[in-house]
């Protein structure tokens, strides 16, 4: 149980455009979800949590109108990057909550912005 | 079913004690195992692991992969109140994607 998923697993695009990547809770409802970024030597940053129904709320440094969550059901959350640029290539990992404690990890998406 | 599987998934322990956490995980397209910890935000990288019987030492962590039976172990010697976490293991595939595939954690709590 507690799986999460997320589409694409991989994406590649140019300069200029936007992507969104899903994530998933497929068999429990997630009531918070949490967006992450992977950066060099493996470390993890917090971009975002977001909760069903409400803003997602960004932590310090991310960009709001960059990176849009949208948190519409207890499944799911989205995350776009807007006007992707290469600076921006990176591994993106979300997580979902169903209580307080513990988050399930999804197995990430690669985006390559060229 | 779960593809990396972490036991146990909680341990609540004593200032002092030593703590064995496992990790096993499948072998298809392996490339690295990495360890984290998560306390209140983000998961804090501990180790990555790609050769087998290699410890890998940090303080009072330490860490092994066995890629003969595909498990890892995280040893917390001496531990103190301050080790109380969720230790993350995660596997990282080859190829193209090289995902993330985590286990479900261990909730480590450690009493004075």
């Known amino acids: 149980g507690a799986v999460v998923s997320q589409h694409p697993s991989r994406v590649i695009c140019k300069s200029g455009t936007s992507v969104k990547i899903e994530c998933r809770s497929l068999?429990?409802?997630?009531?918070?979800m949490f967006w992450y970024r992977q950066f060099p030597k493996q470390s993890l940053m917090l971009m975002a949590t977001s909760n069903e129904g409400s803003k997602a709320t960004y932590e310090q440094g991310v960009e709001k109108d960059k990176f849009l969550i949208n948190h519409a059901s207890l499944t799911l959350s989205t995350l776009t990057v807007t006007s992707a640029h290469p600076e921006d290539s990176s591994f993106y990992i979300c997580?979902?909550?169903?209580?307080?404690?513990?988050?399930?990890f999804g197995p990430g998406t690669r985006l390559t912005v060229l | 079913e779960d593809k990396v599987v972490q036991s146990p998934l909680s341990l609540v322990v004593h200032e002092g004690d030593t703590v064995t956490l496992n990790c096993s995980y499948e072998v298809t397209n392996f490339r690295s195992l990495l360890w984290y910890k998560q306390e209140k935000k983000a998961p804090t990288f501990l180790f990555m692991l790609?050769?087998?019987?290699i410890e890998k030492k940090s303080g009072r962590l330490s860490s092994i992969l066995d890629k003969k039976e595909l498990f890892s172990i995280l040893n917390i010697t001496a531990t103190q109140t301050g080790d109380s976490a969720v230790y993350l293991c995660?596997?990282?595939?080859?190829?193209?994607?090289?995902?993330?595939?985590f286990g479900k954690g261990t909730k480590l709590s450690v009493k004075p």
């Open positions: 068999d429990f409802q997630a009531t918070t």
């Open positions: 995660a596997e990282r595939r080859g190829g193209s994607q090289g995902n993330l595939i």
């Open positions: 790609t050769s087998s019987g």
């Open positions: 997580s979902a909550s169903r209580d307080t404690d513990t988050q399930y």
